[in-house]
């Protein structure tokens, strides 16, 4: 196998759902070995979770679902009852030989079985200990469990997404995918990696890592939490508009939306130009950006009469002719048949027992010397349980089915 990034990197993920599996699912892209500890019989929740559950090529039906294939690629499946002491025995094994170990349970709960960092840590120094919770390891919510919409809320990002409050429809709006799960997962990545870095040419040591998704989402924020603490003002909904960029805006053509960027005055002429209007540029109400922002609603009407008849592909041929950024809106179907998104081979296909050949989403990361490695497919619930026994903790037959009759595994 061609030698990857992280080449050699052992990682023990008992994360489920989606924010800390996205982030071993980022290290097992570069190579490292993720082995991924599920509950026997269910295990992790997102393999019923996000639509209806995939089917193989003769229909019948299997564990993955969506969310579980999105993020659990390239890497090992193996179930352990850790309520059971002789399971918690095998999770500490597994952990004195990792580099890292990922978790998202409620904070304390594995303190009772011996698996928190304090243990862990003694019987692997250099154990870089990531925990991914709602709202961190500290504070007065530590022991509150959430997901994406509670913190989409909390944040501040649903107060910044949607129609304003004076429109049809208008109020806070979630993003529509759990986006500070997978903002928390790469934030956790990037963690990962300056731990280890920093175990590996400073201290010689590991660390805990407090990942609270609040946090990761409120850091999501970026623009709007930079202008409340400039101001103290409260942010502006405005649909598919910027607040602070006029116009930068989705409009309706006869067979399609598309949005356009032109913040500038002289994009702005080539805007009118492109449409042609070229005399809308010289309008006082629109001559300037400042004009532009306190007439929006005037601008929008008039964008909008202007491309409404007009079908997209002319639009944007006119409008990238003048050089005005500006692009279709797309559905999934339409996103994957773009040429631009074909070249840069977003999709690739991995071979499965069960499902034979699917489709996955490939790390949109590129590097020239140490690239990702070709897609795995998800495991199947247990798949190589036996496997990492036997390979990593040098168990016999024997003792396998010693554990598999006492439902440890």
Do not use: W
């Amino acid at each position: 196998m061609e030698t990857v990034a992280l080449h050699g990197l052992r990682v023990l993920d008992l994360s489920r759902i989606l924010a800390g599996p996205t982030a071993a699912q980022m290290l097992g892209d570069f190579g490292a070995d993720v082995i991924k500890v599920e509950r026997p019989g269910g295990g992790d929740d997102a393999r019923r979770m996000g639509g209806a559950a995939l089917r193989g090529p003769g229909g019948e039906t299997t564990d993955f679902s969506p969310m579980h294939v999105c993020a659990n690629r390239n890497k090992r499946s193996v179930c352990i009852d850790i309520a059971k002491p002789e399971g918690t025995d095998l999770v500490r094994r597994l952990a004195a030989r990792a580099d890292v170990l990922i978790e998202n349970f409620k904070v304390g709960d594995l303190a009772r079985h011996g698996l928190d960092y304090a243990s862990l840590s003694v019987l692997n120094p250099r154990l870089i200990y990531c925990s991914v919770t709602g709202f961190g390891q500290t504070g007065p919510r530590a022991a509150q469990a959430g997901f994406d919409s509670v913190f989409q809320a909390m944040s501040g990002l649903m107060s910044t997404t949607g129609p304003a409050d004076d429109t049809p429809q208008g109020g806070p709006m979630r993003v529509g995918v759990p986006i500070t799960d997978f903002v928390g997962g790469l934030y956790a990545f990037g963690a990962i990696l300056v731990a280890l870095h920093h175990r590996d040419r400073h201290s010689g040591r590991g660390q805990q890592v407090d990942l609270a998704l609040l946090d990761a989402a409120i850091a999501a924020t970026s623009i709007a939490m930079a202008h409340h603490l400039a101001s103290g003002a409260r942010a502006q909904r405005c649909g598919n508009e910027q607040a602070t960029v006029v116009p930068a805006q989705a409009l309706r053509c006869a067979d399609g939306a598309i949005t356009i960027s032109a913040p500038t005055d002289a994009l702005f002429a080539r805007l009118c130009t492109s449409l042609g209007e070229a005399s809308m540029a010289s309008d006082e109400r629109f001559a300037t950006h400042e004009a532009r922002v306190r007439h929006r609603p005037a601008l929008t009407a008039r964008l909008s009469a202007l491309v409404a008849t007009l079908p997209r592909g002319t639009v944007l041929s006119a409008l990238g002719a003048a050089g005005v950024p500006s692009a279709p809106v797309y559905e999934f179907d339409e996103v994957l048949a773009d040429p631009q998104v074909a070249h840069r081979a977003v999709v690739a296909t991995a071979t499965h027992p069960v499902l034979g050949q699917m489709r996955l989403a490939t790390n949109p990361v590129r590097l020239s010397e140490s690239p990702a490695s070709p897609p795995r497919a998800p495991p199947m619930l247990g798949e190589h349980t036996v496997e990492v026994l036997r390979t990593e903790l040098g168990l016999t037959d024997d003792a396998i089915e010693r554990l598999r009759r006492a439902a440890v595994i």
